[in-house]
């Protein structure tokens, strides 16, 4: 323990997860570390639930991103969750917000400080951060993600650190805290490298501020990503080709550009499809590194990578923690405000890769609402990257629910990305390539590169007709949404004909 | 002449636009300069259109922005442009873009050139710019407005000055020409205030790669732009209160921040407005300079404006002319991938306010489309803006058309900045301040704050049995664009009810 917690005057501030819970009062906003499960509070969230059952207690609560544990649906059917931001993926807190229950502020993730800097978004009452030690001047060193701790610390009333002994203090060494200045008179970020340090390797805090230490002992969930399947790899064919092509074209270098992947399944899958592709020396500047990123470090294929968090399988995850010494030479974890800022992926040139659950014929991006109305996750960070990216790269497969919901729509029926913000969209069918291409042009690509052979022939009509029409990007609006309606209706995407055929 | 062209090496390429215009091959990529009219070339663009009336000549143009002097009208009507991009406000070319005989890719402004540099867009083969003066080195003197003349000049295979003998040589020293660096190794823009000069006066270019100057004598066109009234004196006054109240609550100091306002009638009233407003020493980082932006810098509130552009009307432009050494030493002209550039955009903390054409009930703006379908302008720099802008305002009168149009739908029908990217709504009404608001508590604010008092109550009507559906953002997906639907069919958005009443 004292080589966890350097700060002698704070040994006095360790209590019990009840005594730091209550703490908390009815309608103070907290901010809490995590970032896709990794780095989150293991104690407070289920002790505030646990009160929130037996007395009025409701928070508005700011995290990185996504946390584990299953906190999120303790603490959503606790009723302790007024307002929650910027980033869930919690089935429980889903159904919360779906019903109206708790209001999600779905944000960028790299603007949420940003917001509360400006005043925009209530103050911090309290901040709550797991750390793997506090230094001898009270500076707390995360664990497993960055997220948007540093900020929360900054600006909270009363900071509560949990002190996990879970934690290799060998983690020591891997944060980059750097956080840009107040305006006016804001300077440059200086970082033009993605293995450039340009902060401090802990969360500066004054330790008088630090009002309880909480000492917990668990490891982080692991994460529920799927390995690759048919789909996913034929995905991950179809973009390393197209890199492949442009690398032939001069037009990037076999070291590409520094890739940033979205989390889930199949921008994973992708990932691992880049260890036997024919390119050396790759960088990673991405929001999240999975299992992966790790295997394309162990195959030499990656030499260093950026990132806000590290979410791992259980068997991954071991090995990690293993050789962490090794790792943590090449990897930097840094505040997802900077992980994901836009000067920097605009200064790097990025090429991102993030996940749509529907697109439409012109390459607008549909990435968090199912059938338009139902919040799935969240924005995450797609918006950041994919607006400044070099390439700006989405992927889907082509149908969903054994085919009844094609991902390929005339019209999505909500807009995260813009046509103006997606270079390429690839299913397993194919890539479609919408670089220089008007929406007219973009529409048939889209149609024979990326739908499923089921629904071409309806969607060609679709646009045909639509065209027909006239207008710089035809559209039958009485008609636009109306795959969805059939399937809010039947069930299924498929036409009457369809079902005949 | 001597005063203009200094480049004694130049003398003898000065040839009529009948023999430049002789240069162009069918199939090229044409970099023009002009941006909202100002600083185009003057002769060319007819000159082009003549040899197109006669053989087939199809360019792929790409500018600034819109050009004046009926150019775009004549290119198009000609069959001369094949492509265009990134912005235009013509009506006769919009005609032929919406008619599917021009392709139209409408972009960030900031990004075109970021793609030129990638070879994601062709290669420009040849660069026309019009200029003030030539310096000793070869060195451009831009006219009203830089756009992306610098980097057409640095990637065109040749370049073309307009020398315009009507542009006052006082105009050097006006501009700012910086071009960020190839990646990687990419360094910091470093501007870190509006009145910032980080490049040279003019665009550097070997002289010997200068194939032909041709001599114009040519004002720029004037602006469209209408006077208030009592609408956008409205609107311009709910922006001022809000304004007010930041102030009030600490969130601003007088000075306020960095303000850009798109072009156009109601963000130039907005502008206007502000003359009276208590608010001091203000600086603009914006990309056009109105009428409205000459009358604080004369009213003594505008202290520094850095844009891309100066685009007045004729009385003003004659003004601006008379003085311009005053104005001089308070304007700085920038590329406008600097001017529109997410990295200082951020950095400084702009206040931006841009226009819509529609938005609906949970913040998602439609800038571009009528019905939908047909391309406007394009989405300009507005994107650039609304995205990481401090405050992202957006403005639009309740209805158009005599109110058979609302400009507050319950789904926007084409959407160029999500919900995510929109803190503030006003109409003459109203202003709807979204922030820290989820979907559900969004549109009632929309509905009572910004809808014209005809359509609030089907509005809500609307939002209450969407509601009543469930989801994150509630909507009911067969009717969401039946308001379109309907205009389309019937001329009008009003209901059978709302026409009988």
New interface residues.
């Given amino acids: 323990m004292m080589e966890r917690l350097q700060c002698a005057e704070l040994r006095s501030r360790i209590i019990t997860v009840t005594q730091a819970a209550a703490l908390f009062r009815d309608g103070m906003t907290v901010g809490m570390s995590g970032f896709t499960r990794a780095g989150d509070c293991k104690a407070l969230p289920a002790a505030l639930a646990e009160r929130a059952r037996h007395e009025t207690l409701r928070l508005n609560l700011i995290t990185g991103a996504s946390l584990g544990n299953d906190s999120d649906g303790l603490m959503a059917e606790a009723g302790l969750l007024a307002?929650r931001l910027p980033f869930q993926s919690d089935a429980r807190l889903r159904r919360r917000?779906?019903?109206?229950q708790v209001?999600?502020?779905?944000?960028?993730l790299s603007?949420t400080v940003?917001?509360l800097r400006?005043?925009?978004?209530?103050k911090i009452d309290i901040a709550v951060v797991e750390a793997a030690a506090i230094l001898p001047d009270g500076g707390i060193v995360p664990t497993m993600s960055v997220g948007n701790s540093a900020s929360f610390v900054a600006q909270a009333e009363r900071v509560i650190v949990e002190l996990n002994t879970r934690m290799p203090t060998g983690l020591m060494g891997m944060h980059d805290i750097y956080v840009?200045e107040a305006?006016?008179?804001?300077?440059?970020?200086?970082l033009?490298?993605p293995d450039q340090r340009i902060g401090t390797p802990a969360i500066p805090v004054d330790p008088a501020r630090i009002a309880a230490i909480v000492v917990t002992h668990h490891p982080d969930s692991p994460s529920s990503v799927q390995p690759p399947d048919a789909d996913t790899r034929a995905i991950a064919r179809h973009i390393i080709g197209f890199l492949e092509g442009e690398v032939a074209?001069?037009?990037l270098s076999d070291t590409l550009?520094p890739l940033q992947v979205g989390i889930g399944t199949i921008a994973n899958a992708v990932m691992h499809g880049l260890v036997d592709a024919p390119f050396r020396d790759l960088r990673m500047y991405s929001e999240v590194l999975q299992d992966s990123a790790i295997a394309l470090i162990d195959a030499g294929r990656v030499s260093f990578a950026s990132a806000s968090s590290i979410t791992l399988s259980e068997p991954v995850y071991r090995r990690f923690m293993e050789r962490l010494d090794e790792y943590a030479r090449r990897i930097v974890l840094r505040p997802q405000e900077i992980s994901n800022?836009?000067?920097i992926v605009?200064?790097?040139?990025i090429i991102a890769i993030n996940t749509a659950l529907e697109f439409d014929l012109y390459g607008?991006v549909n990435s968090t609402?199912v059938?338009?109305?139902?919040?799935m996750n969240g924005?995450g960070g797609s918006?950041d990257f994919a607006?400044?990216a070099?390439l700006s790269i989405f992927v889907s497969k082509s149908v969903a629910k054994g085919g009844d919901i094609s991902s390929v729509v005339p019209m999505v029926?909500?807009?995260?990305h813009?046509e103006?913000d997606v270079?390429i969209l690839v299913t397993e069918w194919g890539l479609a390539d919408l670089?220089?291409?008007?929406p007219?042009?973009r529409a048939p690509r889209v149609i024979e590169c990326c739908a499923h052979p089921d629904y071409r022939e309806e969607l060609m009509d679709y646009f045909q007709r639509?065209?027909a029409?006239?207008?710089?990007?035809?559209?039958l609006?009485?008609e636009?949404?109306?795959w969805?309606?059939r399937h809010?209706r039947t069930g299924s995407m498929r036409s009457e004909q369809m079902a005949c055929a």
């Avoid at 917000?97 to 109206?100: K, L, R, V, W």
């Avoid at 209001?103 to 960028?108: A, G, K, L, R, T």
């Fill in positions: 307002r917000i779906n019903e109206g209001m999600f502020i779905d944000q960028h603007e940003e917001q400006a005043g925009h978004i209530p840009p305006y006016p008179g804001r300077q440059p970020i200086p033009t490298e074209a001069g037009r550009l800022h836009c000067e605009r200064r790097l040139g607008n609402h059938g338009g109305t139902r919040m924005i918006g607006r400044h070099h029926a909500h807009v995260d813009t103006h270079d670089r220089n291409l008007a007219r042009e639509a065209r029409q006239g207008g710089h990007t035809p559209h609006v009485g636009a949404l109306s969805h309606e809010a």
